[in-house]
C-alpha cells in the first residue's frame, strides 16, 4: 500500500508540472467562467444555457485531461527507461500500475473540484439576475444547486472510468493509439443504450446481429448514465441511492477494466 | 498456483465481474427510464424521425455540431442549428426541407427550449399552410404544426407557454374553439399572462356556447374587475345572444331564430349571430337552415375556417358535394385532442 501511495503522489505532482495539463484546466475554467456570455445564444433560456456550456466543460475538458493524462502515464515512464528503476526497487508491477492510476485519479478530482468550483460561482452570480430577468422567472430551482453539485460528482466517476480506459488502452498500444481507442469507446459509450435498443428481441434483424450488439452493449461501459442535465432542467430530485447505484457501475466497470489492464501489463516486456 | 493458472483465473474473474455487474446495470437503466432522466438520445430518434420522413435528409448537420453534441454541448449544438435556420430564413429558404429539418433537429437536440418548438409549430401551420393550396397538404402542414407543439407540450409540461401557443394555433387556425379552449384551459393552471383566461372566453364565445363563455368573462372581472373587454362583452352577450340562447333551451327554436334575426338585421355579418343561428338550425334539426348560415359565416370572412369547416360537416350529412377544406380534413383526422404523445411513440405504438 506504500508503494501504491507513493507512486500515487509523484504522478499528482509530477501532473501538475505538465503544462498540457494545465493549459486544459485553465481553457475549462475560462469558459465555465464566461458561460453566462454563451447563455444570450438562447434567449429566455440563459439559466439553462449557463448549465449546459458549465457541465459540458466539465465532462469536455476533464475528457481530455483523463485520455491524455491516462495515455501517458505508462509510455512516459518506458520511454524515459524510469520504469526499470522504479520496478527494480520492492515495487510490483501491480502497485505501479493501481499507484499510477490512482495518482491520475487524484489529478482529475483535482481538475473537477476546481471547475466544479468556478461553476458554482458563476451560477450563484448569474442565476438570480437570468432567473429574474427572463420567462425562467417561473422555473423551479429547488433542487437545482443540489443537482448541480452531483452532476459534478458523476462527471468525476464518469472521467475516473475513462481514465481507466485509457490508462490499460496505453499498457497494450502506443500513447496516440490509445488516445484515439479511448475517445472512441467513450462516445459510443455515451451511444450505449443505443446498442440496448437495437438489440430489443422486437426488432426486425438477424439473430447474430442482435446477439451480437448485446454483448457490445453489456461490455460498454455506459457512460449516459452518468448525466443528469435532464433532471437539473427540471428541477427534479436525483435520489441519493440512485446516485450510489450509479457511482457503483462506475466504480465496478473501473475494476473490471483496471483487472484486465493488470493482467495485460504483467505479462508484457518492459 | 503457477502464471498460467493465475493468468486463467485472472481472465475469468474478469468475466464473472462483467457478468455480475449487469444486474447493476439494469437496475440504474430502469431507474433513470423511471425518474425520466435519461437524456433526449438525438441518435436514436432522429434515425426514427428519418424514416418516417424520408424525404428530410440529415443535410443540416456539420462536423462543429456534430462535435458539439458529442462534446456533451448538446444545446450549444441546438443553439448552432437554430442559428443555421435563421440563416437558411434569411436566404429566403426558410420553407425549403433543410429549414423544416434543422428546426426539427433544433428540438430534438434541446426539448427544454421554448423558442424552437413554438417557431417550429407556427412555421408549419400557418408558413407551410400557405405555400399549397392542395388542402390535403394543407391539413398535413396543420397536423405536423400540432404535433410538434404537442409534442414540446410533452417536453415542458409545467410551462404555460407551449400549451397557449397549441390553444392559439387551434384558435387562430385551426378554428376548433373547443379544442383551443382545452389547451388554453391547461395553459392557465401555471403561472400565465391575464390574457390567456380572456382568450378562454373569446373560445366558447365564438363556438357558440354563450353560458360557458359568460361564465369565463364572469371570472376575468373577479380576477381584474378593471377588465373593460370582458365587461363589454358581457354586456354584448347578455343583450344579444343570451335570449336567443335561452329560447333555444327551451326547444322554442322559431323564436330563437328570430331573436337572432333581429341582430343580424342590424349586423348582417355577425359572426357571432351567424354562429348562433347555425347553431339553432343544427339543434332544431333543420340541416338545410344550418347549412345556409355556417356557409354564410364562412363566406363572410375567408379565414372563418370553424364556420367553413362546420359548413363541410353538414354538407356531408346532407350528401351535397362541398369543395374540402383543410381544417375540416385535419378536424376529421384529429378527434380526440387532449392526449400527449410524442410522434415516435405513436409510431412504436403502431408497430
Known sequence: MR????????????????????????????????????????????????????????????????VFM???????????????????????????LFGKFLGGIATIFANVALMGAAFLIVFAIKAPQFRAMTTEGSMSMEFMTGNIVKAVILSFFELTVLMSIAVVASTVFSWIIAAIFSFFVYFVGQMAEFFNQLANPERDIPAVAKALLGVIYKLLPHFEIFDIREAIMRDQFMPWNVMGKIVAQGLAYTLIVMLIGYLIFNDREV | ???????????????????????????????????????????????ARSNQDPELAVTGVTGVIVGAILGGFREVAASMLWMKTDTLWDKGEGTHAQALWTMRLTTLLDPHWLEPWRITGWH??????????????????????????????????????????LGWTYFDKVRDYEEAAKWMQAAIQFPHPEYIDRMIAHAFERLPDMPRALDWYDYCLKRNPTDGTAAGATITIRERYLPAWKLMEQGKYDEAIAAIDKWLLVEPNSTLGLHMKGLIYERAGNLEGAYEAWKLAGETSALNAHAQAKAVEIAHKLGKPVPEVAQSLFREKAKGGMGISRPEEEAAKKN
Do not use: C
Open chain 1, 70 to 96: 491516462g495515455t501517458r502515464l505508462i509510455p512516459d515512464e518506458i520511454e524515459k527507461r524510469t520504469i526499470h528503476t522504479i520496478l527494480t526497487k520492492p515495487v510490483s508491477r501491480a502497485e505501479f
Open chain 2, 124 to 165: 408549419l401551420a400557418y408558413n407551410m399552410f400557405v405555400e399549397t393550396d392542395d388542402p390535403k397538404e394543407k391539413a398535413k402542414f396543420l397536423q405536423m404544426g400540432v404535433d410538434s407543439l404537442k409534442e414540446g407540450v410533452s417536453w415542458n409540461p409545467d410551462r404555460y407557454d407551449l400549451y397557449f401557443e
Open chain 2, 1 to 47: 498456483m503457477n502464471r498460467k493458472t493465475k493468468k486463467i483465473t485472472g481472465w475469468l474473474v474478469v468475466i464473472a465481474l462483467i457478468i455480475a455487474v449487469q444486474p447493476l446495470a439494469r437496475r440504474v437503466s430502469l431507474d433513470r427510464l423511471v425518474l425520466g432522466i435519461n437524456p433526449p438520445t438525438p441518435w436514436t430518434r432522429i434515425l
Open chain 1, 3 to 66: 508503494a501504491i501511495y507513493r507512486v500515487a503522489r509523484a504522478t499528482f505532482h509530477e501532473a501538475w508540472r505538465r503544462r498540457f495539463l494545465n493549459i486544459f484546466l485553465v481553457f475549462g475554467i475560462l469558459i465555465i467562467g464566461s458561460s453566462w456570455v454563451f447563455a444570450y445564444l438562447q434567449p429566455g433560456a440563459e439559466l439553462k444555457m449557463i448549465i449546459d456550456v458549465s457541465l459540458g466543460s466539465i465532462r469536455f475538458f476533464g475528457m481530455l485531461i483523463a
